[in-house]
T-cell receptor, first 113, second 114 residues
Framework: SQKIEQNSEALNIQEGKTATLTCNYTNYSPAYLQWYRQDPGRGPVFLLL?????KEKRKERLKVTFDTTLKQSLFHITASQPADSATYLCALASEGSQGNLIFGKGTKLSVKP | GAGVSQSPSNKVTEKGKDVELRCDPISGHTALYWYRQSLGQGLEFLIY????????KSGLPSDRFSAERTGGSVSTLTIQRTQQEDSAVYLC????????????FGSGTRLTVV
């Protein structure tokens, strides 16, 4: 069966460190993968998109990698800050899916001062 | 409007009652999605509208759930004869029609069935 797994339900790190979140998938051939941030009581907000033919994408302190051989995406936040505390969701769309996203359950990141 | 608007933000209803949840997408966005998010769970796809095409209803959990989108804009999700297991946050998202476009979500409607 098709699965998207975000390996950690929760991740606690110290301010200034790099947070690394993992998204693994099985039985999908994703055309692209997206990462979203969700704060309590709010809807998810788009952060980054990476396509199947791209290895890495960066945006300010954020970096996403995509390894279609390992079937894995890694999401990094460098120089983390308490304001980065939120739940991060990965989502993917398969070819032929008309761009409909399937979401992982998310990883709750807490950055301690 | 500037974002996706959902109403009401909170709804408490008695078991067995019908509820209607509203979503007002971003103007010009042709695709509209409904998802459900239960405590500690991921986003569960419910239904998808694209332009004038027939909606993809494959995620609706039972025939008590229905949705419509009038004039290619506002959408209403209706739950008939609500059950306690329907309690969740219902999220609406819209996007332009291109495949890889990102979703813009509303803040959701928190439904509590008592």
């Amino acid at each position: 069966s098709q699965k998207i797994e975000q390996n950690s339900e929760a991740l606690n790190i110290q301010e200034g460190k790099t947070a690394t979140l993992t998204c693994n998938y099985t039985n999908y051939s994703p055309a692209y993968l997206q990462w979203y941030r969700q704060d309590p009581g709010r809807g998810p907000v788009f952060l980054l998109l990476i396509r199947e033919n791209e290895k890495e994408k960066r945006k300010e302190r954020l970096k996403v990698t995509f390894d279609t051989t390992l079937k894995q995406s890694l999401f990094h936040i460098t120089a983390s800050q308490p304001a980065d505390s939120a739940t991060y969701l990965c989502a993917l769309a398969s070819e032929g899916s008309q761009g409909n996203l399937i979401f992982g359950k998310g990883t709750k990141l807490s950055v301690k001062p | 409007g500037a974002g996706v608007s959902q109403s009401p933000s909170n709804k408490v209803t008695e078991k067995g009652k019908d509820v209607e949840l509203r979503c007002d997408p971003i103007s010009g966005h042709t695709a509209l999605y409904w998802y459900r998010q239960s405590l500690g769970q991921g986003l569960e796809f419910l239904i998808y509208f694209q332009g004038n095409s027939a909606p993809d209803k494959s995620g609706l959990p039972s025939d008590r759930f229905s949705a419509e989108r009038t004039g290619g804009s506002v959408s209403t999700l209706t739950i008939q004869r609500t059950q306690q297991e329907d309690s969740a946050v219902y999220l609406c998202a819209s996007k332009f029609g291109a495949l890889s476009d990102s979703y813009t979500f509303g803040s959701g409607t928190r439904l509590t069935v008592v």
